[in-house]
């Protein structure tokens, strides 16, 4: 039901944190009533043809939130990765980072051990066999072997078994959550950090497919596929899902050119799971974190880091405060002041793009046709050239330049053949210059004005 041919859906590692952040706060119930609320904001979204805005989100703001997820994914791994004996981490970045600090001491070296080979094995895993045996899952399988071959001492290394008791095997039963309006009134934040972030990564994921296998994606089929499935996902206990870039080049790279590809992924999985659930059990937590540990070193845009000072001083500012919204705060916030910052620079980019000058008989303006070259002014007229858009942004332009003349002329032109565009604002301030002159005995003539 897609907008792409051959995108992979499913829960990627963006969404590890935000919803461990909003189960942790509202409980589980809740976080797939924020699911099922997102589907219906996706589906919507997309009914109402609003794929095609997502491309307006400045670079800047979903490079900076990428790069603070990645972050984020790293810190929650940093607990297994290094065997740390902490009861419980926090959730807020800061102080999770406090207290893992404090419990440096306590690193379980057969851990470390486990996990820094499994992350060599991901990472220097031979790209001529990635193709059909990806290197996370070499490590996955040598890393439950190794720990189980060792018959180290429980509790030595911990397990998915040791920790949550292993993986049900079989289908999970449909069941609706518990529903209330005190709850909901609670949950739209939420859902629409959940909306915004499947959003955008499903439509970047079909992106990236477009360009691997020469196609155009259907943006709004694309979020309407994903609010169904996000809406009837939280119905059998799954979480949020999109589409997921990594899976979706690999899909590619085995040369996947259709949507049945998408379809045999999704009951391989099933039958993963139907046979192999026991085995998960005894699956180290250790190699795990060394997957996400990888999953978050290319998930992040570090690049963007060197070339800050190569991009305009509101870019990077707009970079750096969207990646550290999302470290500290969230990624809600990260996104929305992220867009107010970019959308307020951007006008202030548009409004130094307005130029308003005075022109006489020996400036040559607008081509040989227009121009006041060998034509005589009188002397109480004066001739103001507009170029660019004449909105809220630059109206205080034309007040400091009028303010600027010793006396008012009986006649103000105002050539406006390269004024773009003009918002109420702008119009407003023409119409207020108008009757200013006019309960003066003076006049305003507007010279070549666009009708639209």
């Not at 155009?216 to 309407?224: G, I, S």
Request: charged share 15%; net charge positive; proline share 5%.
């Amino acid at each position: 039901m897609g907008g792409t041919k051959v995108s992979i859906g499913g829960p990627t590692g963006a969404f590890i944190v935000i919803l461990f952040g909003i189960g942790a706060k509202y409980g589980f119930d809740n976080l797939m009533i924020c699911t099922i609320m997102a589907g219906g904001l996706l589906l919507t979204m997309g009914i109402a043809r609003m794929g095609t805005m997502i491309k307006y989100i400045p670079y800047p703001v979903t490079m900076g939130f990428t790069s603070g997820i990645a972050v984020l994914i790293f810190s929650t791994q940093i607990k297994d990765f290094l065997g740390l004996r902490v009861e419980k981490v926090p959730s807020e970045f800061v102080e999770k980072m406090r207290v893992l600090g404090e419990h440096l001491g306590t690193v379980q070296w057969p851990t470390l051990a486990v996990a820094a080979a499994s992350l060599a094995i991901i990472l220097f895993w031979p790209k001529k066999w990635q193709r059909r045996v990806p290197g996370s899952i070499v490590a996955l399988v040598l890393g439950t072997l190794g720990v189980a071959l060792l018959n180290l001492p429980v509790g030595t290394i911990e397990t998915i078994g040791s920790r949550f008791g292993g993986i049900p095997q079989g289908l999970p039963t449909p069941h609706l959550p518990q529903i209330s309006w005190d709850n909901i009134q609670h949950l739209f934040q939420p859902a629409m950090t959940i909306a915004l972030l499947a959003a955008i990564e499903s439509l970047l994921c079909a992106v990236v497919a477009d360009g691997m296998v020469d196609d155009r994606h259907d943006a709004n089929q694309e979020l309407m596929a994903q609010g169904l499935a996000n809406i009837i996902c939280p119905l059998f206990g799954g979480i949020a899902a999109t589409g997921a870039i990594a899976r979706t080049a690999t899909n590619v790279k085995s040369g996947a050119r259709t949507p049945v590809a998408g379809i045999i992924h999704a009951v391989t999985l099933l039958g993963i799971i139907l046979v192999a659930a026991p085995l998960a059990k005894f699956v180290p937590l250790a190699t795990l974190s060394a997957v996400l540990v990888n999953v978050a070193f290319h998930m992040g845009e570090w690049h963007n880091f060197s070339r800050l000072r190569k991009w305009p001083v509101c870019d990077s500012a707009v970079f750096l405060s969207a990646f550290a919204l999302t470290v500290v705060v969230d990624l809600t916030a990260a996104v929305e002041i992220g867009m107010v910052l970019a959308a307020v620079l951007f006008i202030k980019r548009s409004s130094e793009t307005t130029q308003i000058m005075a022109v006489d008989e020996s400036t040559e303006t607008e081509g040989s046709q227009h121009s006041l070259v060998g034509k005589e002014v009188p002397k109480e007229v004066m001739i103001y050239r507009m170029m660019g858009a004449f909105f809220f942004g630059a109206v205080d332009k034309l007040e400091s330049v009028l303010k600027r003349l010793n006396q008012e002329p009986e006649v103000l032109i105002l050539r406006m053949r390269k004024v773009v565009a003009m918002d109420a604002t702008g119009l407003n301030a023409l119409e207020d210059l108008y009757e200013k002159l006019r309960r003066r005995g003076k006049h305003l003539v507007l010279s070549a004005p666009h009708t639209n």
